[in-house]
């Protein structure tokens, strides 16, 4: 186990945040929780009936695990009601028609969707985080987030993020042992504005979880104007424009482009190319223009460069939520129910 990682961990321990597994029915999840609460990681709610999560994991000592059956639950009908308060004027693009008609329908459509329950939960301040995926698709564990938590003050844009952790903690070019990559999983051709977003929410990423202080370089393959695809992509346009945005809305953020990455990360290359950045050869974000550049360079990293990769975790909502691969072992649960509690402090 990394060091980075160990202090995820450590850190969530501390902070003893309370954290929503909606997917009771998954094992990897039952197990997952059973080891959070025998570490004290977090205080850990599962939704799903009691007796039928314990008669399908017999051997998981579920003795520290808060399990909340939300067809039985007093608090239900309350949450219902958040619900059809936060969604009122919305109409269902299939039938025409108001998303609930009332509070009953409300209750009825929680009641077969237990992300958007525990997203209620969330809402409510009954838990500090939502982690799901295990069972569920990306777009189930967004949308509710999407839909009732919203996103933070002053961004509009949900996206990911990987912290990259270097192998035995070093790098010539990444002296901190850890670097913020974004966005690599959620937003596949983000717009000027949105890439300013992404990139203070990877800064507060970079702060919270890889406990680093951010410097932020907006990547591209031109540096300070050097290349230009205005006739065909604009992508470099996007990447100043971007820069300039994320600026205003952060102006105490060290942040900085358009760079190409040998530029960010050289001292040497950033001294040739851009003399006058505070950013230039030493950042430790990296903002990619889009999700083809940002997917392929982490796992760049990741395969010829031995990072290990901690996520995708997403950024941007009020309150922290977090996507499991579906693929996902128990390790991986426990390690995103860490990184969830460290977003909630």
């Known amino acids: 186990m990394s060091n980075i990682l160990e ?68 608090k239900t009908m309350g949450y219902a009601k958040i619900l059809f308060d936060a969604r009122a004027g919305k109409i269902n693009k299939k039938t025409g028609q108001p998303e609930y008609a009332d509070i009953e329908a409300a209750k009825a459509g929680i009641l077969k969707d ?26 189930n564990t967004l949308r509710p ?16 993020s990987f912290v990259m952790v270097a192998p035995n903690g ?44 951010p410097r932020v370089a907006m990547l591209s393959f031109s540096t300070k104007g050097s290349g230009n695809d205005d006739k065909f992509f604009k992508s470099v346009p996007k990447m100043q424009e971007a820069t300039a945005l994320a600026k205003a809305a952060a102006p105490d953020l060290k942040l900085d482009g358009e760079f190409q990455f040998d530029a960010a990360v050289a001292p040497e290359v950033g001294k040739l190319k851009a003399p006058d950045s505070t950013v ?17 360079g982490y796992k760049i990293a990741q395969r010829f460069g031995g990072y290990m990769a901690l996520g995708p975790i997403c950024q941007g909502f009020a309150k922290p939520i977090n996507d499991l691969s579906r693929g996902c072992s128990v390790e991986d649960i426990i390690a995103v129910v860490a990184i969830t509690a460290l977003q909630a402090k």
């Open 145 to 160: 987030g999407l839909q009732v938590i919203k996103t933070a003050p002053g961004i509009n844009t949900v996206s990911s």
């Open 114 to 139: 237990y992300t958007m329950y525990a997203a209620l939960m969330l809402k409510a301040g009954d838990v500090d985080g939502l982690v799901s995926g295990a069972c569920h698709s990306t777009a």
């Open 280 to 296: 230039a050869g030493n950042a430790n974000v990296f903002i990619f223009p889009n999700i083809n550049a940002g997917n392929i």
């Open 7 to 74: 202090n995820i961990l450590s850190q969530a321990k501390a902070l003893n945040k309370c954290i929503v597994l909606p997917e009771g029915e998954d094992a990897r999840v039952v197990v997952a929780a059973s080891e959070i609460a025998k570490e004290g990681l977090a205080k850990v709610v599962v939704l799903g009936n009691k007796d039928e999560i314990a008669k399908a994991n017999p051997t998981v000592d579920l003795s520290g695990v808060q399990i909340v059956d939300p067809v039985t639950n007093e």
């Open 170 to 213: 070093q790098n010539k070019y990444n002296p901190d042992g850890v670097a913020v990559f974004a966005d690599c999983a959620i937003n596949i051709e983000p717009d000027a504005q949105q890439i300013a977003d992404i990139a203070i929410s990877s800064a507060q990423t970079a702060k919270d979880i890889a406990g680093i202080e």
